[in-house]
């Protein structure tokens, strides 16, 4: 496993296992099974709907909880709720979250930060930061908070690498990390002729090949399966590097457009859309 030590100097994976859309027993399993096949780190949220789940595929796990590095998010309709953090903190029965976000950047998102710093200063969260936060509204947490994120979630891929966000965040101390690092499974991109090369090179995975670009690019990313031969095969990236020839050719497929657009309404969904353990 390979590690980012974030601007406090916490150690984060750079791979996690995403589980969003994944419900019930299944993610308990699937959890479990990340956690004894090479992951050291999950990635869930609020809004997920999974995070008593989450936590009991924790537990289920065996594995110890300080070897085991636990990212949520905040869900916008709980940015000015006092006690979603330790209501969150309940739900995943836990003592601690390793790394807690923002998850858009709706609503009353400046007060919703103070309150990640406020139980950051308490313990309750060893880290903190933002998803799918544009430069201008990172600009603001910066200007009007008190502790710098330490993390940018973000869509990040070969064909949209983040560029302009990525310098921001490089230029500021702030870690990337990928919640989008196969393009939602885009069969054009996983089918390009550049991975189709670099897999037969390496006896890797067209998929692979690409996971593996993210952690040289220097970015985390959380990929998601509820295949447990999938789980295995995207933890297996760490037993080869790819070239800078062959990271030039990787470049070279950058379309500097993401597949997820943000609208007014999309916004307006995510700023009104409660959770489902919300009343």
């Given at each position: 496993?390979?590690y980012?030590?974030?601007?406090?100097?916490v150690?984060?994976?750079?791979?996690?296992?995403?589980?969003?859309?994944?419900?019930?027993?299944?993610?308990?399993?699937?959890?479990?099974?990340?956690?004894?096949?090479?992951y050291?780190?999950?990635?869930?949220?609020?809004?997920?709907?999974?995070?008593?789940?989450?936590?009991?595929?924790?537990?289920?796990s065996?594995?110890?909880?300080?070897?085991?590095?636990?990212?949520?998010?905040?869900?916008?309709?709980l940015?000015?709720?006092?006690?979603?953090?330790?209501?969150?903190?309940?739900?995943?029965?836990v003592?601690?979250?390793?790394?807690?976000?923002?998850?858009?950047?709706v609503?009353?998102?400046?007060?919703?930060?103070?309150m990640?710093e406020?139980?950051?200063?308490?313990?309750?969260?060893?880290?903190?930061?933002?998803?799918?936060?544009?430069?201008?509204?990172?600009?603001?947490?910066?200007?009007?908070?008190?502790?710098?994120?330490?993390?940018?979630?973000?869509?990040?891929?070969?064909?949209?690498?983040?560029?302009a966000?990525?310098?921001?965040?490089d230029?500021h101390?702030i870690?990337?990390?990928?919640?989008?690092?196969?393009g939602?499974?885009?069969?054009?991109?996983?089918?390009?002729?550049?991975?189709?090369?670099?897999a037969?090179?390496?006896?890797?995975?067209?998929?692979?090949?690409?996971?593996?670009?993210?952690?040289?690019?220097?970015?985390?990313?959380?990929?998601?399966?509820?295949?447990?031969?999938?789980?295995?095969?995207n933890?297996?990236?760490?037993?080869?590097?790819?070239?800078?020839?062959d990271?030039?050719?990787?470049?070279?497929?950058?379309?500097?457009?993401?597949?997820?657009?943000?609208?007014?309404?999309?916004?307006?969904?995510?700023?009104?859309?409660?959770?489902?353990?919300?009343?």
């Amino acid at each position: 496993m390979n590690y980012i030590i974030l601007n406090n100097g916490v150690k984060m994976p750079k791979l996690g296992f995403g589980t969003i859309n994944q419900f019930g027993n299944q993610i308990i399993e699937n959890v479990n099974f990340a956690l004894n096949n090479g992951y050291q780190l999950i990635d869930t949220a609020n809004r997920y709907g999974n995070e008593v789940e989450v936590g009991k595929g924790i537990k289920k796990s065996g594995i110890k909880r300080e070897d085991i590095f636990l990212e949520t998010k905040l869900g916008p309709t709980l940015y000015e709720n006092n006690q979603a953090i330790d209501d969150t903190l309940k739900r995943l029965d836990v003592d601690y979250i390793d790394l807690m976000l923002l998850h858009h950047p709706v609503n009353n998102y400046i007060y919703a930060y103070k309150m990640l710093e406020k139980a950051y200063k308490e313990g309750k969260i060893k880290a903190i930061g933002l998803s799918n936060f544009s430069i201008e509204k990172i600009q603001e947490i910066l200007d009007q908070c008190e502790i710098v994120p330490a993390v940018m979630q973000v869509e990040c891929h070969p064909y949209y690498p983040a560029e302009a966000v990525k310098s921001f965040c490089d230029e500021h101390g702030i870690a990337l990390q990928s919640w989008f690092p196969l393009g939602h499974g885009n069969t054009d991109m996983l089918n390009d002729p550049v991975f189709i090369q670099l897999a037969q090179k390496y006896n890797k995975t067209a998929v692979q090949i690409i996971l593996r670009w993210h952690t040289q690019m220097g970015f985390g990313l959380v990929p998601g399966s509820t295949s447990n031969s999938h789980i295995k095969d995207n933890a297996h990236i760490f037993d080869f590097e790819l070239t800078s020839e062959d990271m030039d050719l990787i470049a070279s497929v950058n379309k500097h457009q993401p597949f997820y657009h943000v609208t007014k309404e999309s916004l307006e969904k995510l700023a009104t859309t409660k959770c489902n353990f919300e009343e």
